[in-house]
């Protein structure tokens, strides 16, 4: 059964306007999360963080939102670029939990920002 | 840059025949991942290495084996490749147990003929 789950395999979003990209975990474990955005052909690559014992984390363009009780976080992207175009992952790790602090990843949101 | 450097790129062989995935890199961490990832999947943790430790994850199957003879490489090794082994392997690293990010490697596509 996923323990994180990315609903939306697509998402559509005109240049400049915000994109949220949504994930819903089931372990309450997970005490740390992070988004990573992947171009076709290359690996994941890092974007964002939160640890549990924030709700909102910011860099630049990109926040981050968790919500404990309703084990959900969202990826805000404004304004949104065409270069932001590619698929974005959540992952979720239990750092003190026995999983020896182990990624789980979501099967990804594929995002198309239109000029 | 430092970087985790995954060879080949594209790597096809035949059913059954052994196969070897190479993962290196210069970032100088202790633990490293290997993942897979099936189209339009969420990747899968298949085992890691904290420094010469090997954890297996409970469902990798045994036709999945690794090798890390020193700290900057780390291989896969597919014993008996069935069709449905066909995916993207992913390297990742992170500089110690539990530490975040990982920091991946670009894949190697694996096809089975």
């Known amino acids: 059964d996923q323990q994180v789950k990315q609903n939306s395999p697509s998402l559509s979003v005109q240049e400049g306007r915000i994109s949220i990209l949504n994930c819903d975990y089931t372990?309450?474990?997970?005490?740390?999360f992070l988004w990573y955005k992947k171009y076709p052909a290359e690996g994941p690559t890092f974007l964002i963080s939160?640890?549990?014992?924030?709700d909102k984390n910011e860099d630049g363009r990109f926040t981050v939102f968790l919500n404990k009780s309703a084990k959900h976080l969202s990826l805000h992207i404004v304004p949104s670029q065409p270069g932001d175009s590619a698929v974005y992952f959540c992952?979720?790790?239990?750092?003190?939990?026995?999983?020896?602090?182990?990624?789980?990843f979501g099967k990804g949101t594929k995002l198309s920002v239109k000029p | 840059d430092a970087m985790v450097i995954q060879n080949p790129r594209y790597q096809v062989t035949q059913f059954g025949k052994p196969v070897t995935l190479s993962c290196s890199q210069t970032?100088?961490?202790?633990?490293m991942y290997w993942y897979q990832q099936k189209s339009s999947q969420a990747p899968k943790l298949l085992f890691h290495?904290?420094?010469?430790?090997?954890?297996n994850e409970a469902d990798t199957p045994d036709n999945f084996q690794s090798r890390r003879p020193n700290t900057s490489f780390c291989f896969l090794d597919i014993r008996s490749p069935g069709l449905g082994d066909a995916a993207m392997y992913l390297c990742?690293?992170?500089?110690?147990?539990?530490?975040?990010?990982?920091?991946f490697g670009d894949g190697t596509r694996l096809s089975i003929l």
């Open positions: 990742a690293t992170s500089r110690g147990q539990g530490e975040q990010p990982q920091h």
């Open positions: 372990n309450s474990m997970f005490d740390y």
């Open positions: 939160i640890s549990s014992i924030k």
């Open positions: 992952a979720a790790s239990a750092r003190y939990g026995g999983s020896q602090g182990n990624l789980i």
């Open positions: 970032l100088n961490h202790n633990v």
């Open positions: 290495y904290y420094d010469k430790d090997f954890n």
